[in-house]
């Protein structure tokens, strides 16, 4: 496929892509420049309804920068069905542990990193997460040396409830550089929980839209915001083209 205005030089190609997690495989969704080349690799996490539009056009924007873009599915294809109220979808996302979350990203990486990935190099991968993908990712950063920058869109950041790991804490542990991308009436997640991150975390980057609510990437949402998107897009290649280097 072309690529799009304003959207990167590469031509690209997508679709679901089965990857391995343990001893099973479960879909997942990759963009990658379509062409010859090992190219640096974007691990992305979904939100809290699964792989979804919203995850698979970033996947392919990214992807039309010259790298691979490889969306894993926290829930192991078991996640709430398509039109789940708010209530199954919570009860789908409490069921998963961090720690597995965090283990399904280090297979992730050895995924892109064997011989048999020939599109994709073996080096740092930049983590993007939205929504509750956001805390996952920031989680994995903290727990691993492989991650060249971690990129939270949305993430729940504070009231960790039942969940055995905390943001806060983790955000201290990162190497990598962060990115945080809010939406300044955004109920889920209150700007104190925000400044509460970029002080837990002072070289990294929290950045919160005026006016803006949760879902603005999402066309669907009445959150929706395209400037919003614009330039939370160009702050997430920024970061990219910081880390993940283009191969010659």
Known sequence: MAPLHNEGAFSITFGAVPVP???SEHDGYLARPDGRGAFGSVILLPGVRGIGPVEKALARSLSRHGR???????YRGRGPASGADDAAVARAHDAVPDQRVVMDVGEAREYL????????DAGPSLLVGVDTGGRFALLAAAARTDIAGV????APLGGDGG???GVLD???RIAAPILGLYGAADPLVPLEDVDAAQAAAPAARFIAYDG????FLDPRSADYHPGAEADALARVVALLDATVPVPV
């Open 21 to 23: 997690f343990g001893s």
């Open 68 to 74: 691979a873009v490889l969306v894993i599915d926290p």
């Open 113 to 120: 990193a064997s011989d048999d990935t020939t599109w994709a």
């Open 151 to 154: 990129v939270a869109i949305g």
């Open 163 to 165: 969940r055995r790991l």
């Open 170 to 172: 983790a955000l201290g």
């Open 212 to 215: 803006v609510g949760h879902a």
